[in-house]
């Protein structure tokens, strides 16, 4: 079975500076994706970032960028120039690309605070 | 579109009350899922839908769940008796399912509704 661990319950930033959240994940699988969903206090689950294992390039969305390491199972998600509005809970999640609308598995989270 | 619609956003009832949660898809998605997040299990896929049709119910927690896809723009999440401890946000997600990816090679994302936040006294 796929597990999905994030081992930080909660990071901080200042607003403007960098942070880096990580993930892991476990799986026997070569062809998978992984995804950056946020999640805000109104609870609305917004994906902020995939990846798709057979590509190596690290995918890129504005201020948000993920590390993607398949040899080490490890997906992290870098927020660059943080905004206060990036606060949330982060969740990192791994779906199989096999089987037709295959299930996300999710990780535990990480509670990020943007501080001004 | 209006996206993954669910309701009632909010749900307060007694314990062992028959609770129903409903949701619609996207309009064109063939897939759709239910999650439940609590404090102590995170985030986990109770059930999920191709085609109106269940194809993995592993994550239903015991027989007082029930979950069922009439037609391709419902579906029902039914708890009887509710327990306290089903306590929980429930959340649908709908996606147009295709090996993952469709024909033009785009990525078939999941699409999160609101939730449904469930208090069980």
């Known amino acids: 079975a796929q597990t999905v661990t994030q081992s930080q319950p909660e990071m901080s930033v200042q607003e403007a500076e960098t942070v880096t959240l990580s993930c892991t994940y476990d799986?026997?699988?070569?062809?998978?994706?992984l995804f950056w969903y946020k999640q805000p206090p109104s609870r609305q689950m917004i994906l902020v970032i995939r990846?798709?294992?057979?590509?190596?390039q690290n995918a890129t969305e504005n201020r948000f960028s993920v590390n993607f390491q398949k040899a080490a199972k490890s997906f992290s998600l870098k927020i660059s120039d943080s905004q206060l509005g990036d606060a949330a809970m982060y969740f990192c999640?791994?779906?199989?690309?096999?089987?037709?609308?295959?299930?996300?598995?999710f990780g535990e989270g990480t509670q990020l605070t943007v501080n001004p | 579109d209006a996206g993954v619609i669910q309701s009632p956003r909010h749900e307060v009832t007694e314990m062992g009350q028959e609770v129903t949660l409903r949701c619609k898809p996207i309009?064109?998605?063939?897939?759709l899922f239910w999650y439940r997040q609590t404090m102590m299990r995170g985030l986990e896929l109770l059930i999920y839908?191709?085609?109106?049709?269940?194809?993995?119910d592993s994550g239903m927690p015991e027989d007082r769940f029930s979950a069922k896809m009439p037609n391709a723009s419902f579906s029902t999440l039914k708890i009887q008796p509710s327990e306290p401890r089903d306590s929980a946000v429930y959340f649908c997600?709908?996606?147009?399912?295709?090996?993952?990816?469709?024909?033009?090679?785009?990525?078939?994302?999941?699409?999160f509704g609101p939730g449904t936040r469930l208090t069980v006294l």
């Open positions: 997600a709908s996606s147009s399912s295709a090996g993952g990816r469709s024909t033009s090679g785009v990525y078939n994302e999941q699409f």
């Open positions: 799986t026997s699988e070569s062809d998978y994706y």
């Open positions: 990846q798709e294992a057979y590509k190596q």
């Open positions: 999640a791994y779906r199989r690309s096999v089987t037709s609308g295959s299930r996300l598995t």
């Open positions: 309009s064109g998605h063939n897939s």
């Open positions: 839908f191709n085609n109106n049709v269940p194809i993995d």
